[in-house]
């Protein structure tokens, strides 16, 4: 069940959890009796080499998750050779020349440890979960697998045959998935978003051993990469293993800015379909560009995290009350932002017919519904709510200490900063209703965005 | 981060066999067997009985301001009748719509302000709640929690919106081939019991269904003996005391539940779903093993060994790390209340795929004849020694559902300090002995894609 190479279209969390804290929010209001712990505090250094070191402190049980973030994912990929950077993520499981193939595993599991890794557009990450005392041993295998990895045609021949299966089991078999990246080459006319972070099924049988030791050389450094120890550990004692481990590593060159190609001017309405006859009930999404927590201006990023949740967060949100309740006509519909990306993101709006209903009567509705938002905006109550759901979610958050390692990793590793996230509920709590209306209005323009339909085979045509 | 494919047998939900667990809930016993100190701390279990007599188990725990609750009520959707499939499913999608005073919208107005999320769902032999909640805001919490558990309204216009929803979903699958591939496979393995009938019912069976039905299912279901409670979080026993009889005290005592039959999975049976696919589904199943059968154990070291939730098991070196075949491969042990069984799926490319149904059944058969080496044996109990407090508790709520499932098994308040032994003491013998007996049998398998290409030795 534990599939080591985790491929993730987006990132990690929830839109809603994508960026967290580390303070109090709710617990210093609580009437809770003093058990009321200290707050995690979150420490963070450099390591002499370049590499970066968070710790997050949470002593409930015994267990600590150990990750490590090279700050490389599929949109930094070179020209032709997409799928390389999650190829890559598979090949870090092979024999170094310190350990043979499947040591790393089989010393995790013989302790009952957990450990996998995920390759997204802007990062790649490799994490295990153990306890306290297997710290030291995982920082040894994870940096002595950052530069001694031995790579052969027979392994890179065995290993590529696995991510093309991988490609077929969660792409080709699904018309979903098909469209999903047809979608995404559409919507993104120039920046590597468009790619698939799997990568293209002829571009990766193509995938050498040339290319993998070029992106290893280049990419796996130390001063590319991001340590998040969190669970039952000090800082101190993290830092004092770190050096042992990592501070051996030798920095490698400077790595350049991660300056990628940058979307022209969106102009156009733009639409893909796809008829498929395992299909029998037809959806929809459209989609835009927008800004993310790297690229936007102070608290836009925010207020789209904000419309998210109140156009179509959940069950309370203008489209599922409007369209599910309300009209009864969808089965579902919704809406989504995804803030953490190193460069400009996407946000998506999305619905499907029930009953009778048409297909392109939800997608009417749908769109008046975002038409109504940035013409006349949110109101106060509807604001509050919404930060209220965001800052109980981040409650929540810290009850995993996964989550935790996540959502500070996944920011370290697309621009942000420790700072950033601890912050975040602030600058939630500052966003006005105005600001909210301003990015609906600018960004969800129905003449510059892209729709992909999923039908039934029989509608093909139509 | 999504798992890799699981097992889509039926409904497995319970006890250390179950698919969805086994392998996603495995550390505590470390603690209590290596750091004992670390693991009291880690883990004090109190079992608590209100004065109207409902039992709960609770880990009392301030780190975090919430409470995790979780409970379960015997049943499922072996209690729908015949023609009103998808009562159950139903069911569950409308407590949080209407409850008490409240209707739907006032009701879920209330939830959000109190800051609280609540969920039910089903499985084929219990019904489930759970609900989470900030501790500042529990009182109105478990309040909306009492309503729903005692009065749900089940008003016409929710009940039509959420049938409307399943429908579309039942609709939405009809031409999927892993969905049809499914409910040909339950059919297959159990014939007429209830564990063979989707738990959304169908298209006719869920438009059948009235509000009578509902209220008549509630009844029988939620009452206080079918009833297992765990509660993680900000709250200390006496005040649990009391919400335990808010919310659960006024239950009537006795469920009214239609019996369910054990039954035998049905097994040599080959189920072809034939479709232009570029990878081919597998998936093979084999006898299982009783949760309360002196094999348990033997078989859960056998299943880690042949496909476990390790990247060192038998299946995914041969498989996977050595031929490239598939990206995913696992077995899982599966127990339900009245069957079990050993499922191995896998997915593979489908002109390969009459080969790697070979390897899969050879893997098998040289595991039955020769069974684990010592070292295999060692390494795996230390796994599964080591794993358990990591994937079952990871968080409030994951440590309330485990808890509620050790209830269920009926495995004592400190089985979590006795498994390591149950696990240590098993032989090598014992293993061989339960491979022997399991993967000797013929198993059912079913292929889900293009017909097999080349005389696959499957």
């Known amino acids: 069940m534990i599939s080591r190479a985790e491929w993730l279209r987006t990132t990690l969390l929830a839109t809603s959890l994508a960026f967290t804290f580390t ?111 297997a710290l030291e041993q995982m920082m040894g295998f994870e940096a002595d697998r950052m530069r001694n990895l031995i790579l052969t045609d027979d392994v890179i021949k065995t290993e590529r045959d696995v991510i093309l299966e991988e490609r077929r089991s969660r792409i080709d078999n699904n018309p979903q998935a098909v469209l999903d990246e047809e979608v995404d ?17 002829q571009e990766m049988e193509q995938l050498n051993r040339t290319d993998a030791v070029a992106f290893y050389d280049k990419y796996y450094r130390p001063n590319n990469a991001v340590l998040i120890v969190a669970g039952d550990v000090e800082p101190e004692t993290v830092k004092a293993l770190a050096e042992k481990t990592y501070g051996k590593v030798a920095r490698g060159p400077d790595l350049p800015p991660r300056i990628r190609p940058v979307e022209p001017e969106q102009n156009t309405k733009r639409t893909v379909t796809l008829a498929d006859a395992r299909v029998s009930v037809p959806s929809f999404s459209t989609q835009w560009v927008v800004p993310s927590y790297h690229t936007a201006k102070p608290g836009e990023a925010e207020a789209l995290d904000l419309l998210a949740e109140i156009l179509g967060g959940g069950n309370r949100s203008r489209l599922y009350q409007a369209l599910v309740v309300k009209q009864g006509i969808a089965s579902n519909a919704g809406a989504y932002f995804q803030g953490t990306m190193l460069d400009d993101t996407n946000f998506t709006v999305y619905g499907a017919p029930r009953g009778d209903a048409k297909l392109a009567d939800v997608e009417a509705a749908v769109d008046a519904e975002v038409a109504r938002i940035a013409s006349g905006g949110v109101t106060p109550d509807e604001l509050e709510k919404a930060k209220d759901r965001y800052i109980r979610s981040m409650v929540f958050a810290r009850d995993k200490q996964d989550s935790m390692a996540e959502i500070y990793g996944s920011t370290l590793a697309t621009g942000g900063n420790v700072q950033d996230v601890q912050q975040w509920p602030d600058r939630i709590r500052k966003v006005t209703a105005d600001e909210v209306k301003a990015v609906a209005a600018r960004y969800l323009v129905l003449a510059r965005s892209t729709s992909g339909y999923l039908l039934p085979q029989q509608q093909a045509g139509n | 981060m999504t798992n890799q494919h699981r097992a889509s047998f039926p409904s497995p939900t319970r006890g250390e066999g179950r698919t969805r667990t086994a392998l996603a809930t495995l550390f505590l016993s470390i603690l209590f067997l290596i750091l004992p100190a670390l693991a009291a701390r880690a883990m004090d279990i109190q079992q608590v009985t209100s004065p109207k007599g409902i039992t709960a188990w609770l880990v009392e725990d301030y780190s975090v301001p919430i409470v995790a609750v979780r409970f379960v009520f015997g049943g499922g959707s072996t209690q729908d009748p015949v023609g009103k499939e998808g009562l159950t499913n139903l069911m569950t999608g409308l407590f ?41 805001q529990r009182d109105e919490a478990f309040d909306l929690l009492r309503l729903a558990v005692n009065e749900p309204r089940f008003d016409q216009a929710p009940i039509d919106r959420i049938r409307a929803q399943i429908l579309s979903g039942i609709i939405a699958n009809e031409n999927d081939p892993d969905t049809v591939a499914q409910h040909r496979w339950a059919r297959a393995v159990y014939g007429d019991h209830p564990y063979s009938r989707s738990d959304q019912g169908t298209r006719q069976s869920i438009a059948a269904i009235t509000k009578d039905d509902l209220k008549a299912l509630h009844k029988a279901v939620f009452a206080r003996g079918g009833l297992h409670v765990a509660v993680v979080g900000a709250i200390d026993a006496e005040t649990l005391k009391k919400k335990l009889d808010m919310v659960f005290g006024d239950l009537p005592q006795n469920q009214a539940l239609t019996p369910v039959a054990d039954v035998e999975p049905k097994l040599a049976q080959r189920v072809e779903v034939n479709y232009d696919l570029p990878q081919t589904s597998l998936q093979l199943a084999w006898p299982g093993v009783k949760r309360k059968s002196a094999d348990f154990f033997p078989a859960v070291l056998m299943n880690e060994i042949l496909g476990g939730g390790t990247f060192t098991s038998r299946l995914f070196a041969e498989v996977r790390e050595k031929r490239g075949l598939a990206y995913s491969v696992n077995s899982s042990l599966v127990n339900q209340d009245h069957a079990d069984a050993l499922i191995v799926t896998t997915g593979t490319r489908s002109d390969r795929a009459a080969e790697t149904l070979g390897i899969v059944r050879d893997v098998a058969r040289q595991l039955a004849e020769e069974g684990p080496t010592e070292a295999e044996l060692a390494a795996t109990k230390k796994y599964l020694i080591g794993a358990y407090a990591i994937t079952n508790l990871d968080s409030s709520s994951s440590i309330a559902a485990t808890l509620v499932e050790l209830q269920l098994d009926d495995l004592g308040i400190d089985y979590m300090q006795r498994r390591a032994g149950y696990i240590n003491a098993v032989t090598l013998d014992q293993v061989k002995a339960a491979a022997k007996k399991l993967l000797t049998a013929e198993p059912t398998i079913m292929v889900v894609g293009p017909p097999l290409a080349g005389a696959g030795k499957g």
């Open chain 1, 23 to 133: 303070g109090p929010v709710l617990a210093d209001s609580t009437a809770l009796p003093d058990k009321t712990p200290a707050e995690f505090k979150v420490t963070d250094f450099l390591l002499d080499n370049g590499m970066e070191v968070v710790v997050i402190p949470d002593h409930r049980a015994p267990i600590v998750t150990h990750m490590v973030w090279y700050k490389i994912g599929s949109a930094d990929e070179p020209p032709g050779k997409s799928g390389i950077a999650h190829f890559f993520e598979h090949l870090m499981f092979k024999a170094t020349t310190n350990h043979a193939a499947g040591e790393f595993d089989r010393a995790v599991s013989d302790i009952g440890g957990s450990n996998n890794a995920f390759t997204s557009y802007d990062y790649t990450a490799f994490h295990e979960t153990v306890a306290p005392s």
């Open chain 1, 185 to 201: 080459a559409t919507l993104w006319q120039n920046q590597p978003y468009r790619i698939p972070v799997i990568g293209w099924m």
């Open chain 2, 96 to 136: 949080d719509e209407g409850a008490g005073p409240l209707d739907s919208e006032a009701f879920q107005v209330r939830l959000d302000d109190a800051g609280a999320e609540m969920s039910f769902e089903e499985t084929r032999d219990g019904v489930y709640g759970s609900m989470r909640m900030l501790a500042e």
